[in-house]
């Protein structure tokens, strides 16, 4: 590639020698002197390794956000009752998949009243916003479906 551009170099100065007036042969000499001159060799340099960026570790558990946190306490067994629920269900979504309780007990909270469903030998769940939005629930295989 230099080659090319020094053959172009030179070219251009002859050139431009042989259209100047009275022909003078300084040009031609000052082609000739950059054709003879050694060429630079380039010594490529070495790419450096890239260094490896650290992983820091939190020093402390971060906890997740609030809508990630689960709502069930304990682990349903797996083809149980419970198993089929998800929170958020409505109160009559719940009762149509897995039946009527044994027991309800109902907190009135300020405006609002909480219902504490039981059903024996799968635990308990809670029903917010009157009774209608399942919140939680709580897995106990021993329970008797009574408060």
Same mark, same amino acid.
């Given at each position: ?19 100047? $007036? ?24 070495? %790419? #450096?390794? $890239? %260094? #490896?960026? #650290? ?10 956000p ?39 007990? %109902? %907190?009135?909270?300020?405006?609002y ?11 308990s ?23």
């Amino acid at each position: 590639m230099r080659h090319l551009a020094l053959c172009g170099l030179l070219t251009l100065a002859i050139m431009a020698g042989c259209a100047m $007036p009275g022909n003078d042969t300084s040009a031609l000499k000052v082609a000739s002197a950059v054709a003879s001159a050694p060429a630079p060799v380039a010594t490529p340099t070495p %790419t #450096p390794a $890239p %260094t #490896p960026v #650290p992983v820091v570790k939190p020093r402390h558990k971060t906890r997740p956000p609030a809508s990630a946190v689960s709502a069930v306490t304990g682990k349903p067994a797996p083809g149980s009752k419970f198993a089929r629920l998800r929170i958020g269900m409505s109160r009559k979504q719940v009762e149509a998949l897995i039946g009527l309780p044994g027991d309800v007990k %109902t %907190t009135q909270v300020g405006a609002y009243t909480h219902d504490e469903t039981f059903y024996q030998h799968e635990g308990s769940l809670l029903f917010v916003k009157n009774g209608a939005v399942l919140s939680h629930i709580t897995v106990d295989t021993s329970a008797s479906g009574y408060q």
